[in-house]
């Protein structure tokens, strides 16, 4: 597993409101593996639900469950065919949040912004122009509809 961040600099909310720089942290496990015509073909985005973190699918007693019964060789999202992209959405885990400092000062966002966090993450920070799966649970399944 490989865990990072990425800082997206100047990003605009829908509400016009404006961060010089607002950082998505992730975790990747597997590699990206590029077709004949160089995108990545086997990336999967797995998206955490309201109040989570990406640590929820790879780590603790339901991490492991998660991350053992769909990540494990031979199963269905094995990690070692697949791309898994696992972000902590914005608002939550160690990605921006109005707790880091901002508190009542940080701008108002909703499902449009974090989904352009997150599609800028995975195409700007990642490389990633192909998805070959979108999930999510809870919140993160709204986000996969949206």
Do not use: C
Not at 66 to 78: H, I, R, V, W, Y
């Amino acid at each position: 597993m490989t865990e990072g961040d990425f800082v997206l600099k100047d990003f605009k909310f829908a509400s016009g409101q404006t961060l010089p720089e607002l950082k998505m942290h992730y975790r990747t496990l597997g590699q990206p593996m590029r077709g004949k015509d160089g995108k990545v073909a086997n990336a999967v985005l797995i998206l955490h639900g309201t109040g989570g973190a990406g640590s929820n699918f790879v780590e603790g007693a339901g991490g492991k469950l998660f991350a053992g019964e769909l990540f494990g060789k031979g199963q269905l999202l094995d990690s070692t065919r697949y791309h898994l992209i696992i972000p902590d959405n914005l608002g939550h885990g160690k990605s921006s949040k109005p707790s880091d400092s901002l508190r009542g000062r940080f701008p108002k966002y909703g499902y449009e912004d974090t989904i352009h966090a997150q599609h800028r993450l995975v195409t700007e920070g990642l490389k990633v122009d192909h998805a070959r799966l979108v999930m999510g649970t809870s919140m993160g399944g709204m986000h996969t509809w949206l």
